[in-house]
């Protein structure tokens, strides 16, 4: 592990549909010297994204591959033969650039980076307003066909669940509000030595 107590990672979690994106990006435009650890996935590219800047996106085979030459320092099988993993040469790219790690990972995957890293991280849980809410952003964000929808719809009750694994909550009903929120966690933990 790197013990530079200059070197600090973000980790932003919550079930799919909850607003993880909507923050993470918002954060990426703060004077906050933050970072996106881009993950390997093998699921498809959605449209508008786009390859080595959302995702390294991987086929199935390339991502076994790299998980059996042991590079990666977490990784899920988020929903069934989509995998998702943090690449651990990602986590010294950034810091290597003097930035701080911002995470974009599933529940699980978010616990086990703030137990690998304990204090330099910092984990933050967004919450939906309600699980009906919830279901309506997903839907409404379009990006879904009904097959993944459901698939997602059917974690989130699993991975709300988690909430009380983290070091704070930020409750998603106005996204404006939730984003400073946020913003203001993460200026009091990059303050404190
Ligand atoms: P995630 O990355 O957690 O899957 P997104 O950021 O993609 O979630 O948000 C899911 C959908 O909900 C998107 O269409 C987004 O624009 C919308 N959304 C996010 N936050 C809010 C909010 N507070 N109020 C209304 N819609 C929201
Ligand atoms: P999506 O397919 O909507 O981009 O992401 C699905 C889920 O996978 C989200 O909860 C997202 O945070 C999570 N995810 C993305 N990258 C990683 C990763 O590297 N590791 C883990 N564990 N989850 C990830």
Known sequence: MNDNPSHKLIIISAPSGAGKTSIVKHLLQQDLKLAFSISVTSRPMRPGEVDKKDYYFYTVEEFKAKLE?????EWQEVYANQYYGTLKSEIERIWATGHHVLFD???LGGINIKKYYGDKALSIFIKPPSPEVLAQRLAGRGTETPES??????????ELSFEDQFDKVVVNDNLQVAQEETIQLIRDFLQQE
């Open 69 to 73: 030459a042991g590079e990666f320092l």
């Open 105 to 107: 990972v599933d529940v």
């Open 149 to 158: 929808l459901a698939k997602r719809l059917a974690k989130a009750d699993y």
